[in-house]
């Protein structure tokens, strides 16, 4: 069954803590991606891997750092130096054709 | 700084209705446009794609592109309740990346 998955569905951060988000694909596609979205917003970019081993800074990096260290996993940590974490993030992937697919997206909220 | 902008509604229109969204964009070098629909507390899921001028149609689907007035619009025919979600355009980046600029999405209001 392809598709992309998101691990957990909800997460909580304690103040001071770093998070990790789980992004997890097996359709094959070489590019990933992470967004955030806030209510009533539309999607903003933190970071995007075209290849393996490679990543870029989106719209919003500062706060949150990745890896892609294989093709099927593009992990996200939100770290204690993003001060407004809550939000619904979601992790899409890509074959070509700038067509991104998504995940079901994780809610992270603070405690 | 490129920018995807639509009405955030919300458009309300009775079932059966056509509902009409429009998205224009900034940067004229975008090539390809995306149409996502977001249920509330879901995921986009990708409804419609459209690279060239002119409609493209997909069930009840229609998408339009005019380059030239860097709008593109989403048509829904025999709307539902079905139908009623956030809907968002996105844009490519035009450099090259597979980078998508997403509108604010018009929420759209199907009523029986």
């Known amino acids: 069954d392809g598709g992309i998955t998101q691990s957990p569905k909800y997460l909580f951060r304690k103040e001071g803590q770093n998070v990790t988000l789980s992004c997890e694909q097996n359709l094959n596609h070489d590019a990933m991606y992470w967004y955030r979205q806030d209510p009533g917003q539309g999607l903003r970019l933190i970071y995007y891997?075209?290849?393996?081993?490679?990543?870029q800074k989106g719209d919003i990096a500062e706060g949150y750092s990745v890896s892609r260290e294989k093709k099927e996993s593009f992990p996200l940590t939100v770290t204690s130096a993003q001060k407004n974490p809550t939000a619904f993030y979601l992790c899409?992937?890509?074959?070509?054709?700038?067509?991104?697919?998504f995940g079901a997206g994780t809610r992270l909220s603070v405690l | 700084q490129k920018e995807v902008e639509q009405n955030s509604g919300p458009l309300s229109v009775p079932e059966g209705a056509i509902a009409s969204l429009n998205c224009t964009y900034s940067d004229r070098g975008s090539q390809s446009f995306f149409w996502y629909r977001q249920y509330s507390g879901k995921s986009p899921e990708l409804i419609m794609f459209i690279y060239s001028n002119g409609d493209k149609e997909d069930g009840r689907f229609t998408a339009q592109l005019n380059k030239a007035s860097q709008y593109v619009s989403l048509l829904i025919r025999d709307s539902q309740p079905s139908d009623s979600a956030t809907y968002l355009c996105a844009v490519d980046g035009s450099s090259n990346t597979g980078k998508l600029i997403f509108g604010q999405g018009t929420t759209l209001q199907v009523k029986p």
């Open positions: 891997s075209q290849i393996v081993n490679d990543f």
């Open positions: 899409a992937s890509s074959s070509g054709g700038n067509i991104q697919y």
